[in-house]
């Protein structure tokens, strides 16, 4: 079997089991594990990516965040260049003292703020996943959120579509552009 199937083979193995008992948001909640599939998916299918160390970055990108998993443990695993990518693709959350006394709609503007500023020290390659990413989140969002917290993540993914260059993927990038257009029409 090809080395990067193999790689691929105990990503996918990896992720599912520490997301296992996790549920995407919603009111008929998928598995979590769906998500990252999906991002990888995109990554290879719509943005043309062959490379393994990308597509695994893909599948593991939340493992830290949602899984507490010390990124020395995905070097371990599989290397430092997946690592570095999963650790520029972990979001920077504000401190308790950042985050102390503020109203839960300060709280998001103080994360999304700090998550366009992870994104533009992104390197290319980071942000063609965050690119997947956001793509994935925002069809689950066009189908799932409603009212504000929908118009908030929207005006959210055009920032980022502002902070990371067409050219990183036209692909994910023109088709995140096209799903915030028809969520304006509609």
């Known amino acids: 079997m090809d080395e990067s199937l193999v790689v691929l083979h105990k990503a996918i193995k990896w992720a599912e089991k520490l997301h296992r008992g996790q549920d995407r948001d919603g009111l008929a909640p998928l598995p979590y594990f769906t ?7 995109k990554l290879r299918y719509l943005a043309r990516v ?7 970055a893909a599948l593991l990108h939340d493992v830290v965040e949602e899984c507490g998993v010390a ?28 985050a102390a006394g ?17 994104i533009r020290r992104m390197s290319a390659r980071a942000q063609r996943i965050k690119l997947a990413d956001r793509l994935s989140n925002l069809e689950a969002a066009l189908a799932t959120r409603t009212g504000e917290k929908l118009a908030r993540y929207v005006r959210q993914s055009y920032l980022i579509l502002e902070a990371i260059p067409q050219d990183v993927s036209p692909p ?12 304006k029409e509609g």
Do not use: N, Y
Request: aromatic content about 4%.
């Open 35 to 41: 998500h990252p599939v999906d991002v990888a998916c």
């Open 50 to 56: 062959e490379d393994a160390t990308d597509l695994c």
């Open 71 to 98: 990124p020395a443990k995905i070097a371990k695993r599989f290397g430092a260049e997946v690592e570095g990518l999963v650790r520029e693709l972990t979001r920077t959350e504000p401190t308790q003292g950042e």
């Open 102 to 118: 503020l109203t839960p709609e300060q709280l998001w503007e103080v994360r999304s703020r700090m998550l366009l500023g992870d």
């Open 172 to 183: 994910l990038w023109d088709a995140i552009r096209s799903l915030l257009e028809g969520a």
